[in-house]
């Protein structure tokens, strides 16, 4: 099983990156995704997350009205459209994938997870 997140960089504060986390090994259809996020002196973070059949999606606070989580089941790959990024969107984000559903997923606990891919924002 492998999960290889991509699209992250340097952006300036306003812009947006788009994230993807391809999936091989896993019936990915049958699975939540998600994204997390984590700084250096913060606890791991949920950013936002989407059952597997699209009925529920989660989405931190902070980010709500910005990001959006979507999937494409035939391709195998979630992303995270980020827009108006701000410096404090910096972080490495992590993609992941639990068949537990999303509460599980957000519990931290789930058995996949791609490799990071680090956002910088600068203002």
């Known amino acids: 099983v492998q999960l290889q997140a991509s699209g992250g960089g340097l952006v300036q504060a306003g812009d947006s990156l788009r994230l993807s986390c391809a999936a091989s090994?896993?019936?990915?259809?049958?699975?939540?995704v998600g994204w997390f996020r984590r700084t250096p002196g913060k606890d791991r973070e949920f950013v936002a997350g989407?059952?597997?059949?699209?009925?529920?999606?989660y989405y931190v606070d902070s980010v709500k009205g910005r990001f959006t989580i979507s999937r494409d089941n035939a391709k195998n790959t979630v992303y995270l459209q980020m827009n108006n990024l701000k410096a404090e969107d910096t972080a490495v984000y992590y993609c992941?994938?639990?068949?537990?559903?999303?509460?599980?997923?957000?519990?931290?606990?789930?058995?996949?997870w791609g490799q990071g891919t680090l956002v910088t924002v600068s203002s």
């Open positions: 989407l059952t597997s059949g699209w009925a529920t999606t």
């Open positions: 992941a994938a639990d068949a537990g559903g999303l509460y599980s997923l957000q519990s931290g606990s789930a058995p996949y």
């Open positions: 090994g896993i019936t990915f259809s049958y699975y939540a």
